[in-house]
């Protein structure tokens, strides 16, 4: 027997993960400060760190991993939040990750294998002073 998710349950992630998509820090954080899990995860396990760094949202990175959220979660894919926000280009983004504890060499493909991928040699040095 399948469990059929709460359709209130399924709105309020809905609205979660739309905040973390656009940066909406304030609202976010206190929704995780009010009982969401900062680690929720979305149907493909792309969790609200995931959405906001790949999203370009540094702010709301760091609310996030201040909140206890995990840094190097990965999603179904074997990403992380990390190897997305090379992907996009997103120094900010990747500052906060591994200020936040990230491992650039964690997941599939990790960052530095992004980096690499893309040519990124400033970031394989940022990488190497952490």
Do not use: C, W
Not at 98 to 105: F, I
Request: charge should be negative.
């Amino acid at each position: 027997m399948t469990e059929v998710p709460d359709p209130e349950v399924v709105e309020l992630a809905t609205k979660v993960f739309d905040l973390a998509r656009r940066g909406q820090t304030e609202p976010l954080v206190a929704y995780v400060d009010a009982g969401v899990p900062a680690n929720l995860t979305n149907d493909r396990g792309d969790s609200l760190v995931m959405l906001a760094a790949y999203h370009g949202h540094s702010e709301a990175v760091r609310a996030l991993l201040d909140r206890g959220a995990e840094a190097d979660r990965v999603n179904d894919r074997g990403q992380t939040p990390l190897a997305g926000a090379v992907f996009k280009g997103e120094t900010d983004v990747i500052k906060a990750l591994l200020e936040g504890g990230a491992d650039p060499s964690a997941g599939t493909p990790s960052a530095v294998d992004t980096a690499r991928m893309f040519g990124r040699t400033e970031l394989l040095e940022l990488f190497g002073e952490h």
